[in-house]
């Protein structure tokens, strides 16, 4: 044995996200935003959707939507019943 442990944080797998900004982006970020899928509402605000490997992976995602510097409307964390049914409406 080696003496290294296997982190056991809870992460085994990534997690779905919602990130709701104020404004609209255009499709040239979406290789900054690599996974992620783009909604942009009538009311003006653009939805990110994807998987987050874990909390750091979080943070550096919310970092490049302050270096937009839209305003970060809303995050949420959602199960994949509520991403499938988005999907179908």
Do not use: C
């Not at 270096?67 to 995050?75: K, M």
């Amino acid at each position: 044995m080696n003496g290294e442990k296997e982190a056991d944080n809870g992460y085994g797998t990534p997690e779905l996200y919602e990130i709701r900004l104020k404004g609209h982006l255009n499709d040239r970020w979406a290789d900054w935003f690599e996974g992620f899928s783009f909604i942009r509402e009538s009311d003006g605000t653009t939805i990110l959707s994807g998987a987050v490997a874990d909390q750091a992976a979080l943070h550096g995602l919310l970092r490049k939507v302050r270096d937009l510097g839209l305003p970060l409307i809303s995050v949420i964390q959602m199960n994949p019943k509520q991403e499938s049914s988005r999907e179908n409406n």
